[in-house]
């Protein structure tokens, strides 16, 4: 799912190509995607985009007279631009929706056979709200507001800082990113951390969401971003199982639920210990190693 650095990249690129636009035409090419009836999506046609803005994961493109269009790309949801001018071919069946501007076409896509994606027709500033989650904009925050929000709940900081209740634009794979920076175990409880740990954590993620908005803008030199993707080169522990943690060497490890997992230096983050993987450790029973010895 695109997070807060892709979906800031996102939002620099269409900005440069759509703000002071009218949106000319458009196409909704699977009905799946368009999730409101009222107002209808004829009323933006021929308004002009005042601004490109970020809701959390969302992209909200705000037009004249407070229609607003709220994108969710999920997790598989993906953004096309197509200059003007330039013949367009759509890529098949995971495309969801066109826009047309005077500028070029932007193409909204989907991968696999799940949609997830949506897009929200919202009428007045007030209907807006209620697709804020209410998380913490954590590059805007104090460390004492950082502090009082994590520990607001006690919950695990993998599943604290994942929470668009306490924290925007945070997912799966930052969340990885920022931990391993912090030097921080997934599985801690918040309640547990101290004043130094929480001070830890606030500089990592401010840091690590910093560092790598700034990389994706370099890698896309004023281009549309095309490679938009949780997994990504440089990363230091997310997708990166078993391979060494830049840091220390040891091999990367991870904990496996639903359809996510957790990624983690078990030497860097959990003084050494193997946290138990529900699916594997439950194979193994006692042949589960539990540190990072038992592994070599």
């Not at 709940?153 to 668009?164: F, S, V, Y």
Request: proline residues 5%; charged residues 30%.
């Amino acid at each position: 799912m695109p997070e807060l650095p892709d979906v800031v990249v996102y939002i620099e690129a269409l900005e440069q190509r759509i703000v002071g636009q009218p949106l000319e035409a458009y196409a909704i090419l699977n009905p799946f995607i368009l999730r409101t009836v009222a107002p209808s999506l004829d009323a933006a046609v021929g308004a002009a985009v005042r601004a490109v803005w970020r809701l959390g994961k969302r992209i909200v493109m705000e037009f004249d007279d407070e229609l607003f269009l709220v994108i969710h790309l999920m997790i598989a949801g993906r953004f096309r631009w197509f200059d003007a001018g330039v013949r367009k071919r759509l890529p098949g069946r995971i495309s969801l929706a066109e826009f047309v501007f005077p500028t070029g076409a932007l193409v909204l896509t989907e991968a696999g056979t799940k949609r997830r994606a949506s897009l929200h027709v919202v009428l007045g500033r007030d209907a807006l709200r209620e697709f804020d989650r209410g998380g913490l904009e954590v590059l805007q925050a104090t460390r004492d507001e950082f502090a009082d929000r994590l520990t607001s709940e006690n919950h695990t900081l993998k599943r604290a800082l994942t929470d668009p209740r306490l924290f925007s634009g945070i997912g799966n794979a930052y969340s990885d990113e920022l931990l391993h920076r912090a030097r921080l175990s997934p599985l801690t409880l918040s309640s547990r951390l101290t004043g130094d740990e929480i001070t830890r954590l606030f500089d990592a993620a401010r840091s690590a969401l910093t560092d790598w908005t700034q990389r994706l803008r370099d890698e896309s030199r004023g281009r549309f971003p095309e490679k938009v993707t949780a997994f990504r080169d440089g990363m230091a522990v997310h997708g990166r199982f078993r391979e060494p943690c830049p840091v220390c060497g040891t091999a990367v490890q991870r904990i496996r639920y639903a359809a996510n997992e957790t990624n983690y230096c078990p030497r860097c983050q959990t003084e050494g210990r193997v946290l138990a993987d529900r699916a594997l450790s439950r194979l193994l029973k006692q042949d589960w190693p539990r540190t990072v010895e038992e592994l070599t």
